[in-house]
């Protein structure tokens, strides 16, 4: 354990050598590890942390010793070409963890690189706390890892209500902290400020185009979509698409698809750095299946969830999911409350369909908004990332164990 120093001004203890390490693997996984380093060290001020993530983490106090950046793909296909990649960085954590002595870890969603990675550090620092922090979708697909990963972690730290009576059947210390979501999205609501700060009419029709956080995402997802586009010119008044750019891919992948549909260059406006009052604004979106139909769901935007992957990946995943839903939303609601289309079903003329229903059909809203609210009241409170920070300083021993959070006594 850590050496502890005196209480701090807020009467928490202050750790002097506390080394921690943070391990995610993509986009998603590196904004809500930026949120959890931030609890921990507005909690605890010096604590040691390093690992993997992106800029936010970095910005947020992480050294980084491998960037996501090579690490960020998925599919069965994808993640072949970039093996040695894996290895290497398998390799190097593994020995960084050794000699820097680490006092506990913490993995952030990315299951395959993140299980593989515990299994070694259970080998080669067998007492070193594994806290597992967003939990692998086991729930859709191979169950039978949830044993494999109760050996593996000491606590799960879950942030979707279903999940947490799944991992305590395994004999796992669970908590559901809430999600972290509701810690980062703050609702816009100044429509005329935002179309000031991008040149665009308020008086348009807004609707998102958001194709994912990946390059082949990008690739499979952002041509059908801006079919779409193409086929609804025509019937809805002044329309505008707005897409949003992920700050990893850069606006080049983006613009080079544009490239070919050039009837929409000025019907679409590609957003930097304004995402979340990006999707609060549209009347509807067409949304990459993941995260980021949560996002949509907690500003309140109608949507269509898309997925295409693989001819391989999709037909292996076909045998394997046990899940009646692709959309985190649907799947929380507890019934088809955003439409999917998956694989073959992504198509120009099919996603158009949808969004016109969704933008004109008042019933259809009405009942959609309703689902949305109904998400957004299971998903809990705000304080997710200060609920998870406590939990791993509890595993250094910085702080009490059963010592509650702000949060938890708000709740």
């Not at 391990?23 to 930026?34: K, M, P, R």
């Not at 001020?45 to 992106?54: Q, S, Y």
């Not at 009576?165 to 980062?184: C, K, N, R």
């Not at 198509?347 to 969704?358: C, D, Q, V």
Request: glycine share 6%.
């Amino acid at each position: 354990m850590p050496a502890l120093s005196q209480s701090s001004a807020n009467g928490l203890e202050t750790a002097s050598s506390a080394r921690i390490m943070i391990v995610a693997g993509e986009a998603s996984g590196d904004l809500h590890g930026a949120s959890l380093v931030r609890a921990i060290l507005r909690t605890v001020p010096h604590v040691d942390l390093f690992g993997v993530g992106g800029e936010n983490m970095q910005r947020a106090g992480v050294e980084l010793i491998h960037h996501i950046g090579k690490l960020g793909v998925m599919g069965i296909t994808e993640v072949l070409r970039h093996l040695g990649d894996v290895r290497t960085a398998l390799d190097s954590l593994t020995a960084v963890a050794r000699e820097r002595h680490v006092d506990a870890v913490v993995l952030i969603d990315y299951p395959d690189f993140n299980l593989t990675l515990a299994r070694r550090l259970r080998k080669h620092i067998p007492g070193v706390p594994i806290i597992y922090y967003i939990s692998p979708q086991v729930w859709a697909w191979r169950r039978g890892r949830v044993s494999k990963i109760a050996q593996l972690v000491d606590r799960m730290l879950v942030i979707l209500p279903f999940e947490k009576e799944l991992y305590e059947s395994a004999g796992l210390e669970v908590d559901f902290v809430g999600h972290p979501l509701l810690d980062v999205i703050r609702l816009d609501n100044d429509r005329a400020a935002y179309s000031e700060r991008h040149s665009l009419s308020s008086k348009d029709t807004w609707i998102g185009l958001l194709p994912g956080s990946r390059h082949t995402e990008v690739e499979r997802l952002l041509p059908p979509m801006l079919e779409a586009a193409t086929l609804l010119l025509s019937d809805i008044e002044n329309p505008c698409f707005l897409i949003p750019v992920t700050p990893a891919l850069g606006i080049s992948i983006y613009e080079s698809v544009l490239v070919g549909f050039p009837n929409l260059r000025k019907h679409t406006c590609l957003i930097e750095d304004d995402y979340y009052p990006t999707v609060e604004h549209c009347k509807a979106a067409v949304v990459c299946s993941g995260t980021a139909t949560l996002e949509a769901a907690l500003v309140d935007t109608p949507m269509v969830v898309v997925y295409r992957t693989s001819w391989l990946t999709y037909t292996l995943a076909k045998l394997l999911v046990r899940v009646p839903h692709i959309a985190l939303v649907n799947l929380i609601a507890e019934q088809r409350a955003v439409p999917e289309l998956v694989q073959g079903e992504v198509t120009g003329s099919r996603i158009a369909h949808e969004l016109r229903t969704l933008l004109n059909d008042q019933v259809r809203r009405s009942a959609l908004h309703s689902s949305l609210a109904n998400v957004r009241h299971r998903l809990g409170g705000p304080g997710a990332s200060d609920v998870a920070a406590r939990r791993v300083l509890q595993a250094v021993g910085c702080i009490e164990p059963g010592d509650p959070s702000p949060a938890e006594l708000a709740r």
